[in-house]
């Protein structure tokens, strides 16, 4: 069974860090771009980042730029969101998507495989 698994959110205060983790079971993903998306309760999903699979190339959100550090370790089988200066609308449920492809791209259709989310909250 194919599965992404994510860990690392929680409750924090405006300014802190946290560190996310997925991690990848039934199949390597080293050969897939992969991405992290959030969803705050009442919005649509948004794109948050995305890496490549040889971790060259990096996307991410305007809102997390300078914030936000995606990266992954293919050993692992496992991608990594680093989150620090967190604000209150970075409050969302994260989750952890994988594409059968090496380019990263923005939409949840392009993502076939989805792990069950953290939940992020930042109080001010």
């Known amino acids: 069974q194919v599965q992404l698994v994510e860990s690392g959110g929680g409750m924090v205060q405006a300014g802190a860090s946290l560190r996310l983790s997925c991690v990848g079971s039934g199949r390597s993903f080293s050969d897939d771009a992969m991405g992290w998306f959030r969803q705050a309760p009442g919005k649509e999903s948004e794109f948050v980042a995305g890496i490549a699979s040889g971790s060259r190339y990096r996307d991410y959100a305007d809102s997390v730029k300078g914030r936000f550090t995606i990266s992954r370790d293919n050993a692992k089988n496992t991608v990594y969101l680093e989150m620090n200066s967190l604000k209150p609308e970075d409050t969302a449920v994260y989750y952890c998507?994988?594409?059968?492809?090496?380019?990263?791209?923005?939409?949840?259709?392009?993502?076939?495989?989805w792990g069950q989310g953290t939940q992020v909250t930042v109080s001010s």
């Open positions: 998507a994988a594409r059968s492809g090496i380019v990263v791209l923005t939409t949840v259709y392009d993502y076939g495989y």
